[in-house]
Nanobody, 122 residues
Framework: VQLQASGGGLVQAGGSLRLSCAAS????????MGWFRQAPGEEREFVAA????????DYAASVKGRFTVSRDNAKNTVYLQMNSLKPEDTAVYYC????????????????WGQGTLVTVSS
């Protein structure tokens, strides 16, 4: 599976962005998908995950209630809708695919996109 993340950009605090992650390959619908982010000087951290069928989701406490993960298996795409953005959400956002449960850890994902930069100004 090859993943291509897009949709990042510069937004003011309180604004919204929607990230997309397009996957190649016919097996996309069999993978759980995750979103992670890495801020400058920080370790990569879990943001959100969605099960292969879309029926289960999980969120980091820092984004719960503001971010929504969804997927369209017909389009081989997973989304991350980000609302009420804060300066501390500034990071490179990565999507990932894996088969090891609805994971919060890097090792639970086998395939990674290249990342898309989100910058939130105050």
């Amino acid at each position: 599976v090859q993943l291509q993340a897009s949709g990042g950009g510069l937004v003011q605090a309180g604004g919204s962005l929607r990230l997309s992650c397009a996957a190649s390959g016919r097996t996309f619908s069999s993978y759980n998908m995750g979103w992670f982010r890495q801020a400058p000087g920080e370790e990569r951290e879990f943001v959100a995950a969605i099960s292969w069928g879309g029926g289960s989701t999980d969120y980091a406490a820092s984004v719960k209630g503001r971010f929504t993960v969804s997927r369209d298996n017909a389009k081989n795409t997973v989304y991350l809708q980000m609302n009420s953005l804060k300066p501390e959400d500034t990071a490179v956002y990565y999507c990932a695919a894996g088969n090891y449960g609805l994971g919060r850890f890097d090792y639970q994902y086998d395939y990674w996109g290249q990342g898309t930069l989100v910058t939130v100004s105050s």
